[in-house]
């Protein structure tokens, strides 16, 4: 009896040990679904869908207690659940990235920093805002903050940094909207007038124009003391209350320079332009100096916008005019101005402009014939305070200015177009006050060319033309006016200069 009792007991003994191994595999599970609770998502959970806590739902036994199978307590081996459980489908998440309060460092809440002021050295500080700390660590600036304004050419005087604020406009004024962008170049003499009223003005031209003659005194008081966007309004209320178009009432009303002037007046700066620059290629002959004047003085905002204008006027691309009138290193200069692509932030690099000041020596002075093309690439592309350094490192190498070097190895147009950067790099209004005087210099006046200067100026920097002006001739722009026009025209341009600023 007891070795049949021996062996019951061991086949019992060894049954239950069967279980063993399955409670030890159980128990592991737990711990390698823990694993996934480190990882980016946790294991989401079924909670009472239909199964209780084990995997499948338990089995009462198929044959009885003592079938061919031992009783088992699950098909599968209980498990505390499927997943780990969850509060909801997706576990609540710390971000993957810190959330910053400031996308960009300096930047507003918005998903991008608000842009850079677009134009020139105008003495308002770099190029880009100042940047608090916040994503990014604090940097300091790739390019130390520029004084002054570079070595001043030969008979011009060192441009002086304008004016911020204007009498009357506000510090939200940006000269010549005609253009469409905010762009502070200069001491405008002409801003928006205070008080403004677009349809009392088109009722003053109205009564000026009717009857016999034109009262011009009339025309100037309106139309030369308000803003180009200004005359548009007055344009579309005249329209509105009379049913007529101002512009060719104008036409049929004035005569001679004067009509010349208002009609400038009233075109939008952009067509205005495009108008000059065609009909400076229209016909036999080129005008080069007009082609100089206009492109290598404006921004690349208003190129692009004469390029529009251009287009829209006469059905042909401004490049491909300027292109079929001009010829050789001098058209190259005018394709790589046409473009607008010129640098516009206030950045300076010391030691790239020594770098390119050696460039340019050793592209001109130092070797037989020149390498024109490394002139225009420097020239046409930098921006305005770093051609300054460049200006004053040739200065230092070669102990003479740069103007000496293109006059020595360029002639031709390309010659006065490169002088003419160099001459707005380095003093802008002086350029134009040298432009002004030859206009009116000798017999006679180019009045096509003063209409072109005084119009495009007066929303711009005409305050500091005069004071350099003044400064190179020894006389006023207005006595000079004075002593060369007559009449409302005359009395047009300097209303234009004075303009209605105050200053």
Do not use: W
Not at 233 to 259: T, W
Not at 296 to 322: G, H, P
């Amino acid at each position: 009896m007891s070795g049949i009792q021996d062996v019951i007991e061991n086949k019992l003994t060894g049954r239950g040990g069967n279980q063993q191994p399955q409670q030890q595999h159980n128990s592991s599970q737990p711990s390698d679904m823990n694993n996934y609770n480190n990882q980016g998502y946790q294991q989401p959970s079924y909670g009472n869908a239909g199964y209780n806590q084990g995997g499948y739902p338990p089995q009462q036994p198929q044959y009885g207690g003592g079938g061919g199978y031992p009783p088992q307590q699950s098909g599968y081996p209980p498990q505390q659940s499927g997943y780990p459980p969850q509060q909801s489908g997706y576990p609540p998440q710390q971000p993957g990235y810190p959330v910053n309060e400031m996308p960009y460092p300096g930047g507003q809440p918005s998903g991008y920093p608000q842009p850079p002021g677009i134009g020139f050295n105008t003495g308002m500080g770099s190029g880009y805002p100042p940047q608090q700390p916040s994503g990014y660590p604090p940097q300091q600036s790739s390019y130390p903050p520029q004084h002054g304004a570079g070595h001043p050419q030969q008979g011009y005087p060192p441009q002086q940094p304008p004016q911020q604020h204007y009498g009357g406009g506000g510090s939200n004024f940006y000269p010549n909207q005609g253009f469409g962008q905010p762009v502070m170049l200069g001491t405008p003499s002409l801003i928006p007038a205070p008080g403004f009223n677009a349809n009392q003005d088109a009722e003053t031209l109205r009564k000026a124009m009717k009857g016999l003659g034109c009262n011009n005194a009339k025309v100037v008081s309106v139309l030369c003391a308000r803003t180009n966007s200004q005359r548009q309004e007055i344009a579309r209320a005249f329209k509105v209350m009379y049913g007529k178009d101002l512009i060719k009432d104008l036409k049929s009303e004035l005569s001679g320079d004067f009509e010349d002037l208002i009609l400038a007046l009233m075109d939008q700066p952009a067509v205005y332009d495009a108008k000059q620059l065609h009909k400076a290629m229209e016909g036999l002959g080129t005008k080069e100096s007009v082609l100089i004047e206009i492109m290598t003085s404006r921004t690349n905002q208003q190129i692009a916008a004469v390029r529009d204008a251009y287009r829209a006027l006469y059905r042909r691309e401004l490049e491909k005019d300027l292109i079929g009138e001009t010829s050789g290193y001098f058209k190259r200069l005018l394709i790589s101005l046409c473009a607008g692509g010129r640098d516009e932030s206030n950045g300076t690099d010391p030691l790239r402009a020594n770098q390119d000041a050696r460039r340019l020596y050793s592209a001109g002075e130092k070797r037989l014939g020149t390498d024109e093309a490394m002139f225009n690439s420097i020239l046409a592309s930098q921006n305005f305070s770093q051609l300054r350094l460049v200006f004053d490192e040739y200065q230092k190498v070669t102990k003479h200015p740069i103007e000496k070097a293109i006059q020595d190895e360029f002639s031709g147009d390309v010659r006065d177009g490169l002088l003419a950067v160099v001459a707005v790099v380095r003093n802008r209004p002086a350029y134009f006050a040298k432009l002004l005087h030859d206009s009116m210099k000798g017999l006679g006046t180019r009045d096509n060319d003063l209409i072109r200067l005084v119009v495009t100026r007066a929303e711009y920097d005409m305050v500091d033309i005069r004071s350099n002006f003044q400064t190179l001739f020894k006389t006023s722009l207005e006595n000079m006016i004075k002593g060369d026009c007559s009449g409302a025209y005359k009395d047009g341009l300097i209303a234009l200069v004075n303009g209605n600023s105050g200053r």
